[in-house]
């Protein structure tokens, strides 16, 4: 299918100008590389003829009309896909020219497999020297895990979060969605816009390593400083917080609500607005390093107090108290909230077909030079015939030649 390989303006775009050789599949590098193209860098994904990007073939389910995999359509937006065979000598030399034309290349394979085929970072680097080059993987370009395959809940099992994800008593839990994915990808995106900067000044390109492993290290946040601080491992809680509380999850009437209450003042406010002011005098519930170390007590306190009511009650007295609190919400009611909706976190994109396609937005907003959605998620290999003639000249005729020789 042959399109036009200059994808529209919708306005000032950040990144407008940078393109993108993307050599990415799955979740973590497709996540980074979706973010550039957001906010207007041009990103021709680089797929294998016939096969593809692995999360095509992630279904169910399948976007309505096309059926593509609505995993792929969630991190593929603003791409142009081309199908092109690396194994092949004509497939690498086809690449070199492409890249020959960006600015950054962004690649999620198995360490050190890229070089068999002429394009891992140091072969590049003395060809392109201002070439920005991104490496994606499970444990990064050193150290002695290297070689090993990453895949998100491995490395959410081995990064520590599931041993404080899950119920006291229970399994070592992981988290609902990808996040050692995703971490990964939106950190890649940080090193990638960092390395623009120094490109910017000095005219070198450079490696950004990303360990999955790395980052999910990273995000321990408070409970890794948690454990420096102390040596002590901390214990799974379930829904609770390891240093404020009451910051829990409580059952209501017909339901769940999350309370978080994050100082002292809010938790008298809260205490004198629920006729418990008496809680107050109690030592063991007066501060909140007193109610920590005698959670097992708050929550004995407050599990009968929520459940006399239901959760619109709750919700409705919190907020005018302006105490921390949230529904526990499912995917139909967070798609529906009407402050999701009046932010515009849901937008709509035309598909190849022409049929409406809804997809999450990006999330950053910036004031002058905001996200833009042109190109929906591709069809395998939508764009080869367009960036084929439209960056290297080639004609009609050749483009055919190295499609029947499986090279595109």
């Not at 068999?116 to 895990?145: M, N, R, V, W």
Request: charged letters at 20%.
């Amino acid at each position: 299918m042959t399109q036009d390989s200059s994808p529209p303006s919708q306005g000032p775009q950040a990144l407008a100008g940078l393109k993108v050789f993307d050599l990415t599949r799955v979740l973590a590098g497709p996540t980074c590389v979706q973010m550039l193209a957001d906010l207007g860098a041009d990103v021709i994904k680089i797929e294998k003829p016939g096969a593809g990007d692995d999360t095509r073939g992630f279904t169910p389910p399948v976007m309505p009309g096309t059926g593509e995999s609505a995993y792929f359509a969630g991190a593929n937006r603003n791409k142009r896909s081309v199908t092109l065979d690396i194994s092949q000598p004509e497939g690498q030399a086809l690449a070199l020219r492409l890249i020959a034309q960006c600015d950054i290349l962004v690649e999620n394979f198995k360490f050190g497999s890229l070089a068999k085929y002429g394009l891992d970072y140091a072969q590049l680097h003395e060809k392109f020297p201002g070439l920005i080059y991104c490496s994606i993987t499970g444990f990064g370009q050193s150290g002695p895990y290297a070689p090993r395959p990453g895949y998100d809940s491995v490395i959410q099992a081995m990064g520590g979060v599931m041993s404080l994800t899950g119920e006291p008593d229970g399994l070592p839990q992981k988290v609902g969605v990808p996040v050692g994915d995703l971490f990964a990808g939106l950190y890649a995106c940080i090193g990638i816009l960092a390395a623009l900067r120094h490109k910017e000044r000095t005219g070198i390109g450079q490696q950004v390593d990303i360990g999955m492993l790395d980052t999910s290290v990273a995000w321990l946040a408070n409970q890794g400083m948690n454990y420096l601080a102390t040596g002590e491992n901390p214990k799974r809680l379930g829904n609770q917080h390891p240093n404020i509380s009451p910051y829990q999850v409580f059952e209501t009437q017909d339901g769940a609500i999350m309370l978080t209450v994050g100082n002292d003042p809010t938790f008298a406010r809260f205490c004198k607005a629920f006729g418990e002011a008496e809680w107050l005098a109690d030592p063991r519930l007066a501060t909140n390093a007193a109610r920590v170390a005698n959670r097992a007590l708050v929550t004995e306190k407050l599990d009968p107090l929520f459940k006399q009511h239901p959760t619109a009650w709750w919700v409705e007295r919190l907020e005018a108290q302006k105490i921390g609190y949230g529904p526990i919400n499912r995917l139909s009611d967070v798609f529906n909230d009407p402050h999701v909706l009046a932010r515009g976190n849901i937008i709509e994109m035309q598909d190849r077909l022409g049929a409406p396609m809804k997809l999450v937005a990006n999330p950053v907003r910036l004031s002058e030079t905001p996200a833009s959605y042109r190109i929906a998620p591709p069809a395998l290999g939508e764009y080869t015939d367009a960036v084929l003639r439209d960056w290297l000249g080639l004609d009609a005729a050749e483009i055919e030649r190295l499609r029947a020789g499986g090279v595109v």
